[in-house]
Structure formats: C-alpha cells, structure tokens
C-alpha cells in the first residue's frame, strides 16, 4: 500500500503540530471520512487494529467490556493512557472505528497503520571499492568509509581537527529494522535494545533471515530498499560489498541491513556515542504505528539523548505527534526522514515542529531528483547518495535515500553533546542551522558539522 503526499491548504500545514483527535469536536466528521479511506487500502490483517488513548488504565477493561475489541497491549508503558485494540474478525473496521470513538471512556483513536516498500539500484559508486584498511576509533574499517564524498562535503575531518574530543556523547536511539550486534565496527557502542515485532529484548536484525523463502548466497545482490508510506524511508538501493558480500535476496527483504546502515552513519560522526537500537519494522518492510510509538516511548524510558528516525508515516499521527512532544519536553532531539517522493509536500514525523526534518542531497550539493522539499518539511539537508556505511555480517554497503541523510544529523547532535551535555532540541536546530545554502527548498541548507559546532561549542572549552 502506498500513500502520495498530503498536498495540504496553508492553514492546515501552519497547524500541523496541534493535537488533533479522530472523530471528535468540529472535525468528527471530516476525520472518521479521512481514517476511513485510509483503512479501505490498508491489508485485511491491519485493518481492525486501533491506537485508543484513555484517561486511565482502569478505563481499558470497560471501553473492551463495552465494544467487545481485545486488548492487545499498551503501548506507553507505565503511563497507561494508550492501548492497541483488535476489532472482532466479524465487524467492519470503519464501523469499528466509530463504535470507539463514541465509546465511554475513549479519548482519542486512530488506525494503527501498515505498508509495504519496492525500490531499484543505481552504480556501485567507487568509495564502496575503497577497502584500503584503516584505523578508526579502536577498529579497521575500509577507507572509503571515513573518507567519501559525503563526509568531504559535511566537513568530518574539519570537525575533527578543530574540536577532537567532540566525538560523541550519550545514546542515539535508532528506531529502525534493528542493528546487526556482531558488525566489529558497531559492537563496542552497541546497547542491547529491544525488538517489538517479536516483543523481546535485543534488536538484531539478522535474526529475520529465518524468515526469508530464499536462502542466504554469496556474490553481488543488491539489496532492495523503497520508500513507502509508514515504513523505512529509502530511495533506490543499498549495493553491497562485492568482495564480502553475504546478504539475501532483495525481493525476499527489501529492507534487510537499513538499520545497521542507519547505525553506521551515526557511528562516522559520532564515534564515542552509544546506539540504542529499537526494531519496530520487520526485513520485508513492514511496521505498524504502534511499535513505532512503543519505539519512542521505551527510548524515553532508556533515556536516550537523540531520536533517530529514517522513515515517515502513512498520515499524520496525533500519538505520535504527543509522543514527540513529550520527549521534546524531556529534553530528547528528534531527527527524522524528508522521504523519497521528490515533492513538495508534508511527511510525518519529519514535518512536526519537535523533530528536524531532513532531505537528501549529491554530492555535487544539489537537491537529490527524488528527495521531499520544502520550508515545512524541511529543516536541514545532508549527503544521501552512495554513502558507505556499515551493513550485517560484518561487511559495508553503498545507500541512498533520506533514511541515510537523517543520521548525518543525528550525528551532530550526539557530536554536540560533547560541547554541552545538556543540548536540547531547539539548542541543536539551532546550531545545525548554520549550513551551506544551496537551495531554498533545502531548508537552512546542507549540513556543515565544523560550522555547526562552533556554534554550538561555548568559547575555549574544548582548547
């Protein structure tokens, strides 16, 4: 299932970050409409479940005892205002929804929604091919690694000259596909996480290849990653590798590595952070709304310092929208994905005023051709386009899309962390601001991290 982007009237993108409930006040009509076709495209396994927020936990058991929908499980942890219910197998999900929404006791409800991603391969771009074995922070990593074309033009050798030790602080939270925990370059910095498509500790990724048709071979396969509505948020490929390549088929897992990709940019930039990885979207590229706010809601609870989030939603979530706002208030940065449909347009989480959105860009500093654009989407852009980075058993991929210009910024912000441990979200916006401007349509501009840590270091700390 696939959503285009949400062309809205003026007055609706100036109040896209205010709560909105379905099926309540003014807007009841209009919204139980809107949620209603998007739950006439959704998979028939999708289509009953629903994110219901209740005034309190004790409240669940009769909004169930009065609908008949099951209880699946809470999604906000001990606050216990936010549950996912399960429609019976019998009633229509429309009707579903407006049974709940008229429910004593429900405060809000939305769909909790699903799709599924394609994509297609550009060149092996020739810093994938440079394997030349080099130092970096206790482990050897192929040169065409640290020094590519994106990292020239985000200025990572400047940063590091001019502010050494700036070299990462506190957890970047990765809520992703998961992180392969044996990648060596990875290890050192990897917390163990939690996976919420099997609602277990851990996070690796490469725990879904027991769930690939097609076994594991050897060789060049390119591995398929798309962006599609509420999933990972990719462009065209992620080329692996060729001469220790041991991936799967990208028919089969279309988004298999893009977490332990994701995690590897982050780790370029900010090599002495700590990475929480959180799997809310499964290798075929398939996740709901619910683990993603179950994802934010436990890197909350693990106090993570940076939200790391390389995909965009089907719509608009007002859960989402309250669990970002809450994590801005804890003091959490949220860097999300533009998306890949080469639009003006609105993409959420990216678009909300708590997180930074991000587009892509060449490495000629122009606008990627397929990249989201626009003052209300975007806040800053960064390389994503052939970027080298760290891919499951322990070998290295080439990738483009927004999902891989995000953690450039999340990077940064784990980088100036270092400068000022108490940097929040309006502190490191504010500083990744001050960019190269190459188009207005590019927000503040492309990423420049020298510049934005002298604007986020106070004077003479790090001398």
Known sequence: MYFSCLKLPLR???RRCSPVTFGFRTTRLVSLLFVAVLISGMPAEAAGRFIVRVANRSVIPLVSLLTGFSVVEPIDGPAG?????????????VVGLNILANTLGVIAVEPDLVAHTAGSAPAIPPALQDTAPTDYYGATVPHGYVDQPATEKIRLADLRTTFPTATGRGVVAVIDTGVDPSHPVL????????DFTRNQAGADETRDISLFSAPLVTGVQPVWIDGGSGLVDQSTAAVVDQSTA????????PDFGHGTMVA??????APTARILPIKVFRADGSGYTSDILRGIYYAMSMRANVLNMSFHLAAYSPEVAT???LANLAGTISVAAAGNDGQQCLR???????VMGVASTTNDDQLSSFSNYGPQLVWVAAPGEGVVTTYPFSTYAATWGTSFSTPFVSGLAAAMLSANPVMNQSGSAGAAAH????????GHGRLDLLRALQAATPSGLFQ
Do not use: C, F, K
């Not at 590897?264 to 930039?269: P, W």
């Open 187 to 194: 290890r050192p910095v990897l917390l163990p996480g939690y």
């Open 435 to 442: 960019a190269q401007s190459i188009d207005p349509n590019a």
């Open 323 to 325: 669990a970002l706002s």
């Open 81 to 93: 205002q936010l549950y996912l219910l399960n429609t019976p197998d019998t009633l229509d999900p």
């Open 348 to 354: 959420y989480p990216a678009a909300l005023s708590t």
């Open 246 to 253: 041991a991936v799967v088929d990208g028919q089969q897992a």
């Open 264 to 269: 590897g940019i982050i780790h370029l930039v």
């Open 12 to 14: 609706v993108m100036e």
